[in-house]
Structures are given as C-alpha cells and as structure tokens.
Nanobody, 116 residues
C-alpha cells in the first residue's frame, strides 16, 4: 500500500522548535500539491498548511501563521514543516498527504508533544 512516512516529532518545551519531514514515492509526490495536517487527542484531523507542486505557492492556516512554515525538496521527494515557538496546544499527531488529501495515502504520522 502506498503511503507517506512522517518523521521528526518528539517532546519539546513551550517556545522550542521542531522540523518535521515527510517522504513518499515519486508517483504520489512529484507534480502534486502537498499538505500538512494534524490531529490532537479527541479531535478530528485538521488541515494546517499546503504547498504547490513547484514549491512557489504556500498557504498556512491562520492559527499557526507566523510560527509554522512549509517547504519541499522535489529532488528528495520530501516535504517539511518548520515549527517555531511551539505551544502546548500544538500537541498532536502530524501527518502529510496530497492537498487535497487522498484517504489511501495517510501514514502513521509523527507525534509532537509540547510540554514543560
């Protein structure tokens, strides 16, 4: 089954930074807009950010704008999410997928926990 693989999560203190990565096979990464999503405990999975296939256009959800940044390296089939000034409410499992998301491509995600 074709899926994306997320990595880079961990336990950090409020105010710290993390950079998440996501890789996938070229046939579902190249030439596709990509997105980051997250699911907090007890909540539904929410959209966070998107980037065009060329990397020239990005959109960041207002709630994390100014703290999070999305980027990609098409030569490495890798998507990134730079997260700065992390808050406890950023605690969640973070996923990547095409944008719009394709249900069959969800991976296991990477856990981010922000706690003092």
């Amino acid at each position: 089954q074709v899926q994306f693989v997320e990595s880079g999560g961990g336990l950090v203190q409020p105010g710290e930074s993390l950079k998440l990565s996501c890789t996938g096979p070229g046939n579902i990464f190249e030439r596709f807009d990509m997105g980051w999503y997250r699911q907090a405990p007890g909540d539904q999975r929410d959209f966070l950010a998107a980037i065009s296939w060329s990397g020239t256009t990005t959109f960041i959800r207002e709630s994390v704008r100014g703290r999070f940044n999305i980027s990609r390296d098409n030569d490495k089939n890798t998507l990134y999410l730079q997260m700065n000034s992390l808050k406890s409410e950023d605690t969640a499992v973070y996923y990547c997928n095409n944008y719009p998301a394709v249900p069959d491509y969800w991976g296991r995600g990477t856990q981010v926990t922000v706690s003092s």
